[in-house]
């Protein structure tokens, strides 16, 4: 939890309401125009000077990191990028809460209005909308209000609107294979200060978020969430995903580019829930692999969590089982690997997405017990992504 340390902006915030007094009947809304001019003066007279600040060993050491994988380009790389790396933060009151990474993917000169994508996690702030808003704080320190516009859970994503008075540079749409050296870049809030970690791509997939997500070796916080990931040809090749504990893991920016389209040309993605994830045996450490009853040397893909109260638990699912099929209507989908579950899985929501008014099919999926040939059947939920079911992911 990221708060403000300045003797002035405690003060503030002990004259504006309580979340207690909000509660009461106090609508926060009512009292947001002095909560933004309070946040816009506390933070943009501590705009970032354009002196050369006094450096430290840690800077050293990034440098020396970036070196270490020989590219001599990287740095220019990263500059290129810089501009379009934003700051954003999750206010209630002129308390902050929540700080993260975002980066502008687009720019509509003729309304003045960016689209910033970054991560679904400040759209969970716990209660009502009226009662949070998100802050946009760019490279140059300008303060911004955003909203937002596709919400997305299953894939933790958001994009938000924000208005502008100066141009702003969004980066360049590419669609790249995540291989190789990479860069993990995000934006401090109350510095302003471009953040960097590099590392190379991993073939373990991620043991947290959905069978989309790649793994890397580079190291950072939460900070760097939902800012961008890139190559060290200069591309952008996903968006970043912090892991709890160390390592920072790219969504493909492919995975991303096939959402916001089903949504630009629907404005509604729609996907099927039986509140699992699956993983591929491959992937499990030989310790854990062991003691899951019944493994087949032909199973490839197992249930990895049955989530609460969701269609798997209720069916009976177990962690450990194997993943056998996805059937829609009357096509069956033999599932080999998660990352084959994952794709069947996407284009049956961009079917979903384009005819959900005229036809809902039935969407099932077919698990093996552990110690039968007898398969277990899942009817799955057909949900919008911005359902806060898909948050148990």
Known sequence: MATTSSSMMED????????????????????????????????????????????????????????????????????????????????SGVKRYLDCSGYIIDWDDSNKIATILTSAKVMRFPGERDDYYIVIRLANGKILL?????????????????????????VERDVETV?????ALGREFYTCKLLESSGVICKDHPYF??????????????????????????????????DGSKFIHPLPTSVIYSCLDKWNSSRIVMRPWFGLSVIDIAQLPHGVLENIAGV????????????EGSPADKAGL???ET????????????????????????????????CYLNNTPEILISVRGYDSDICKV????????????????
């Open 12 to 91: 503030v915030v002990q004259t504006w309401p309580s979340i207690e007094m909000l509660c009461k009947g106090h609508s926060m809304k009512q009292h947001f125009p002095k909560f933004w001019s309070s946040i816009q003066r506390y933070y943009e007279s501590r705009a970032p000077q354009k002196v050369i600040p006094k450096l430290s060993p840690h800077d050293l050491h990034l440098k020396w990191r970036l070196a270490s994988h020989k590219c001599k380009e990287l740095s220019s790389i990263v500059m290129n990028f810089a501009p379009s790396i934003v700051s954003v933060s999750v206010f």
């Open 146 to 170: 955003a909203e937002e516009d596709y919400v997305d859970y299953y894939n933790n994503i958001v994009t938000l609107k924000v208005n502008s008075d100066t141009t702003l540079k969004p």
């Open 179 to 183: 291989e190789g050296v990479v860069v």
């Open 209 to 242: 978020g959905c069978e989309l997500l790649v793994s890397s070796t580079c190291s950072g916080s939460e900070v760097l969430e939902g800012g961008p990931l890139i190559t060290g040809m200069g591309h952008g090749c996903g968006i970043n995903f912090f």
């Open 296 to 307: 087949r040397d032909d199973s490839t893909a197992v249930v990895k969590e049955v989530y």
């Open 318 to 320: 177990h962690s450990g």
């Open 323 to 354: 993943v056998t099929a996805l059937m829609r209507s009357q096509r069956k989908i033999t599932i080999d690997s998660a990352s084959e579950y994952a794709r069947t899985l996407s284009n049956i929501s961009g079917e979903l997405s384009a």
């Open 378 to 393: 899942v009817h799955a939920e057909i949900l919008r992504v911005n359902d806060k079911k898909f948050c148990c992911r």
